[in-house]
C-alpha cells in the first residue's frame, strides 16, 4: 500500500497539540515571550510527548507552551492555516480540529476573535489546497463552567460555517458527564453535534453516559467500551463512531502496547471506528504514520482502510456536498 497516496480523512486532530515547532519559536521572538530554548530541536522535544506516559496529565503538560504563543489573532489563524497546510500536503481530504476557546483569552481577545482567526486559517488553507475542512469547540472538564454557554454563542455565529460541533475534553473522571448535561442540551438545541471525549482512560460507563445524557454522536477515543458490554452494545446498537487515536493511546496507556488496541476487533465486530492522530506535534505523528502503523501492526488490507476511510466520511460533521466529494476518492472496487 502506498501510504502516503491514500485520501485521508482526520477526525480528531487538536490544535494547540498540532503546532510547528519552528512557529512557536517564530511567534515567541515576535511577542516578546522568552522561551527555555531556541533551538528547533529542543523545543520540539519539549512539545512532544514520551513514548509512553507517566499517565494522561502528563501527556497533557506538552500543551502549555504551543498555547502561550496563541493568544493573539494572528497567531492563531497562522497555525491553523499552518495545520491545514500540513495535513493537506499529505493527502488528508478533510480534516476536523478542535480546540478550546477559553485557552485563548489570556491576553483579551474576545470569543469571537479566537474562534474567527481559527476558522479564518482553515478557511485560506480550503482555498490554497485540496483539503475540507470544520472546527470543533471544547471545553476543558476541569475549567470552570460559568462561560461554557458563552463559547457556544459566539460559535453560533460560525454553525456550519467553519464550527460544527462541541466537545468536552482534558483529564477523564468516572462520571463526568452528569455535571455537563445543561451544556450539551444548549448545544444540540443550537444546532450543534457533540462528541465527547470518553473510554480513553478505562471508563466505559462514561461512553455510555456521553451518548446516553449528552447527545453525543460520535466519541473521542472510547476504546474501553471493550470492558464495559452496555457501552459497548449502545456503540454498536446506533452506530456511534469512535474516534481511535493510536499512537496518543499508547503514549498515555489508554493501551499498553499497538498490538493490544482493540480497533482490529471493533473493526471486525461492525463498530464504527475512525483513525486519527490526536495531536499531530504532541503524538509526533501524522495520518499517513497512524494509518501505515495500524496496517502493519493488524496486517489490514487495501479493502480494509477504505472501509475505514467510509466509515470516517459518512461521521464527518459536514455537508452532503463535502461528503460527496470526500466519496470521489474511493476507487471504484471499494465503492
Do not use: W
Not at 74 to 100: H, M, P, Q
Not at 101 to 114: A, E, F, I, K, R
Not at 121 to 147: F, K, T
Request: charged share 20%; with cysteine; glycine share 6%.
Amino acid at each position: 500500500m502506498n501510504y502516503s497516496a491514500l485520501p485521508k480523512i482526520d477526525l480528531h486532530c487538536h490544535l494547540d497539540g498540532s503546532v510547528r515547532p519552528s512557529t512557536l519559536i517564530e511567534l515567541a521572538h515576535q511577542q516578546n515571550i522568552i522561551l527555555p530554548s531556541n533551538d528547533v530541536q529542543t523545543i520540539q522535544q519539549m512539545m512532544t510527548a514520551p513514548p509512553t506516559c507517566k499517565d494522561l496529565d502528563e501527556y497533557l503538560q506538552c500543551f502549555s507552551l504551543p498555547l502561550s504563543v496563541m493568544q493573539t489573532e494572528t497567531a492563531i489563524e497562522r497555525i491553523s492555516f499552518e495545520l491545514f497546510e500540513d495535513a493537506a500536503l499529505e493527502n488528508v481530504k478533510y480534516l476536523e480540529v478542535r480546540f478550546g476557546p477559553l485557552l485563548h483569552q489570556t491576553q483579551g481577545l474576545s470569543l469571537d476573535q479566537v474562534i474567527g482567526s481559527a476558522v479564518r486559517g482553515m478557511q485560506r488553507a480550503e482555498q490554497q489546497y485540496d483539503i475540507r475542512g470544520n472546527y470543533i469547540l471544547s471545553v476543558i472538564r476541569n475549567m470552570p463552567e460559568d462561560n461554557i454557554k458563552a463559547v457556544l454563542d459566539a460559535g453560533e455565529t460560525y454553525l456550519n460555517h467553519g464550527v460544527v460541533a462541541f466537545d468536552l475534553a482534558g483529564s477523564e473522571i468516572a462520571g463526568f458527564c452528569h455535571q455537563f448535561i445543561p451544556y450539551a442540551e444548549y448545544a444540540l438545541i443550537k444546532g450543534y453535534h457533540v462528541t465527547i471525549h470518553a473510554g480513553e482512560q478505562g471508563v466505559g460507563q462514561n461512553v455510555y453516559d456521553a451518548v446516553t445524557l449528552l447527545g453525543a454522536s460520535r466519541i473521542g477515543h472510547g476504546i474501553h467500551i471493550k470492558n464495559h458490554p452496555q457501552a459497548y452494545q449502545l456503540v454498536k446498537k446506533q452506530n456511534i463512531a469512535l474516534e481511535t487515536c493510536p499512537t496518543s493511546n499508547v503514549q498515555t496507556k489508554a493501551v499498553d502496547q499497538l498490538q493490544h488496541h482493540p480497533v482490529q476487533a471493533f473493526l471486525k465486530d461492525g463498530i464504527e471506528i475512525t483513525i486519527n492522530t490526536d495531536n499531530r506535534t504532541v503524538s509526533d505523528t501524522t495520518m499517513t504514520d497512524e494509518i501505515r502503523k495500524v496496517t502493519e501492526a493488524f496486517q489490514l488490507t487495501e479493502a480494509d482502510y477504505y472501509t475505514i476511510y467510509r466509515m470516517s466520511l459518512e461521521n464527518a460533521f459536514t455537508s452532503d456536498t463535502v461528503k460527496e466529494h470526500l466519496r470521489s476518492f474511493i476507487p471504484l472496487k471499494y465503492s
